[in-house]
């Protein structure tokens, strides 16, 4: 019973191509992210949405696009794949409750994206 | 110079030694401060969080807050080969939901 699952798990692609990650998560809660895990093991955030609004958007390279149909479900879309964006792709969910913090991030397994 | 910094290891041990772990951080307004593990080809899973000085205990795992010198510790006791994995320090800024991690201390506790 997967509480935040991604699909795929792996993806291997030539640059140039555009391609999907999709994220759902299954708790209930209403922010969902986006990291990206280098080689290095360097986790940073990309983008996060609470109800489907866009809140964070760290530098990201506008090739990439994230796009939220509903609080369940945050996908990533990339566009003209470079080297450099091979990574770890992390989805992460958590429950944000009004002037407090919210301190747990689920995340999912990960997709590990291979651009050659 | 990042905002968390924490030492990449690897931090070999054997099984049963006490395990600390350590990261420094610069920004002031970081309050929330949580360690999280990551097991190879797995996501990171929220081990302890923390929001004050001080120490709060959880099993065989401690975490450690010193906000006057901006340091954060997980100590771990009685290690087993199971808590092999990767530790990462996060921090948070009052009610932002963002998380800034530290780089990750890789952990291999051996038999």
Redesign the interface.
């Known amino acids: 019973d997967t509480a ?1 699952s991604q699909t795929p798990k792996y993806l291997v692609t030539q640059m140039g191509n555009d391609k999907s990650i999709k994220c759902e998560q299954n708790l209930g809660h209403d ?1 969902m ?1 986006w990291y990206k895990q280098d080689s ?6 990309m983008f ?1 949405y ?1 109800n489907k609004e866009l ?2 958007n760290e530098t990201v390279p506008n090739r990439f696009s994230p796009k939220s149909p509903d609080k369940a479900h945050l996908n990533l879309h990339i566009n003209s794949l470079e080297l450099g964006d091979s990574a770890v792709y ?1 989805c ?1 969910s ?1 429950q ?1 409750y009004t ?12 997709t590990r994206l291979t651009v050659v | 110079q990042k905002e968390v910094e924490q030492d990449p290891g690897p931090l070999s041990v054997p099984e049963g030694a006490i395990v600390s772990l350590n990261c420094t951080y610069s920004n002031s307004a970081f309050q929330y401060f949580m360690w999280y593990r990551q097991y190879s080809r797995k996501g990171p899973e929220l081990l302890m969080y923390t929001y004050s000085s001080g120490n709060k205990e959880d099993g065989r795992f401690t975490a450690q807050v010193d906000k006057s010198s901006k340091y954060i510790s997980l100590f771990i006791r009685d290690s087993q080969p199971s808590d092999s994995a990767t530790y990462l320090c996060a921090t948070v800024a009052g009610t932002a939901s963002k998380l800034t991690f530290g780089t990750g201390t890789r952990l291999q506790v051996t038999l």
């Open positions: 935040v922010t992210y290095k093991k360097f986790l940073k955030i996060s609470n809140i964070i992390f992460a958590s944000t002037g407090q913090m919210n301190t747990e991030a689920f995340f999912g397994q990960g």
